[in-house]
T-cell receptor, first 115, second 112 residues
Framework: DTAVSQTPKYLVTQMGNDKSIKCEQN?????MYWYKQDSKKFLKIMFS???????INETVPNRFSPKSPDKAHLNLHINSLELGDSAVYFC??????????????FGPGTRLTVL | SQQGEEDPQALSIQEGENATMNCSYK?????LQWYRQNSGRGLVHLIL?????REKHSGRLRVTLDTSKKSSSLLITASRAADTASYFC????????????FGSGTQLTVLP
């Protein structure tokens, strides 16, 4: 069984469009994350939710809006897509961000290409 | 600047050799973690070392941590072609909103 799943795996779209990426974890974890990995493989955190509440919101354009309907899901909606949004987006989860050992489990990634 | 910086950026070795990757960071940490990323896949957690630990082993992996130098190293012994991947260190900071800050990664290629 997949622990952290994301859909879609690939997303190709035109500039200016709005798109969503879905993430689900079946590990019973409390905390979920969204990361962006650029073409140089640099991985940067975007958001973090704990039990559906936002705990980390890095300097991300407000075109990006995360939504957590329950603690097993953290979706990412992106408005007015720009060329610079092209990247691989990873969802991750952990048992709880305050735990001593905050090991994270990653999804397979969504490769977003904005044309 | 990034919290974690890996060195080297790329490493190419023969199967059976040992691979050593280094990571430096800037601020206080709770723990430091190493992850592996195979091409086109998500990251996989390898090993975690706490700030009060100096060395940890897991199978063919050995991690060291020197908090005075703010550095860590990952040693993979008897490497295999399947170890070919990118390796990232990630620091878990001491702030109230705990988060992992990833380094830039080392691309390891193990030649058969």
């Amino acid at each position: 069984d997949t622990a952290v799943s994301q859909t879609p795996k690939y997303l190709v779209t035109q500039m200016g469009n709005d798109k969503s990426i879905k993430c689900e974890q079946n590990l019973g974890h409390d905390t979920m994350y969204w990361y962006k990995q650029d073409s140089k493989k640099f991985l940067k955190i975007m958001f973090s939710y704990n039990n559906k509440e936002l705990i980390i919101n890095e300097t991300v354009p407000n075109r990006f809006s995360p939504k957590s309907p329950d603690k097993a899901h953290l979706n990412l909606h992106i408005n007015s897509l720009e060329l610079g949004d092209s990247a691989v987006y990873f969802c991750a989860s952990s048992q709880g961000f305050k735990r001593e050992d905050n090991e994270q489990f990653f999804g397979p990634g969504t490769r977003l290409t904005v044309l | 600047s990034q919290q974690g910086e890996e060195d080297p950026q790329a490493l190419s070795i023969q199967e059976g050799e040992n691979a050593t990757m280094n990571c430096s960071y800037k601020t206080s940490i709770n723990n430091l973690q190493w992850y592996r990323q195979n091409s086109g896949r998500g990251l996989v957690h390898l090993i975690l070392i706490r700030s009060n630990e100096r060395e940890k082993h897991s199978g063919r992996l050995r991690v060291t941590l020197d908090t005075s130098k703010k550095s860590s190293s990952l040693l993979i012994t008897a490497s295999r072609a399947a170890d070919t991947a990118s390796y990232f260190c990630a620091t878990d900071g001491t702030g109230s909103a705990r988060q992992l800050t990833f380094g830039s990664g080392t691309q390891l290629t193990v030649l058969p």
